[in-house]
């Protein structure tokens, strides 16, 4: 059974940081593709950041900067730390895997980050 669990997530005062874990199972980790998407209120559910299999990374332009996405092949994670929030940071997080060499994809449950005074 293919499990991705993420946590970190919370309430933050503007310019705070928060770093978000997912946890898979299931997978073969290694050949994942990972990323993470956010959806807010309203919104479409749009790209944050990604890693690929073998560690490049990739950000939304507008995140550069603030947000670093990292992955452990070991402990079959990727994090995502989160620096200078804003208040438009505020969504749902979701982890992504996604496989190397075809079209198969997991979500995780997703995890609310909200940014607020």
């Known amino acids: 059974q293919v499990q991705l669990v993420e946590s970190g997530g919370g309430l933050v005062q503007p310019g705070g940081s928060l770093r978000l874990s997912c946890v898979t199972s299931?997978?073969?980790?290694?050949?994942?593709?990972m990323g993470w998407y956010r959806q807010a209120p309203g919104k479409q559910r749009e790209l944050v950041a990604s890693?690929?299999?073998?560690?490049?990374?990739n950000y939304a332009e507008s995140l550069k900067g603030r947000f670093t996405i990292s992955r452990d092949n070991a402990k079959t994670t990727v994090a995502l730390q989160m620096n200078s929030l804003k208040s438009e940071d505020t969504a749902v997080y979701y982890c992504?895997?996604?496989?190397?060499?075809?079209?198969?994809?997991?979500w995780g449950q997703g995890t609310q980050v909200t940014v607020s005074s």
């Open positions: 992504n895997a996604r496989i190397k060499f075809g079209s198969l994809t997991y």
């Open positions: 890693v690929t299999s073998d560690g490049t990374t």
């Open positions: 299931g997978i073969t980790f290694s050949i994942y593709h």
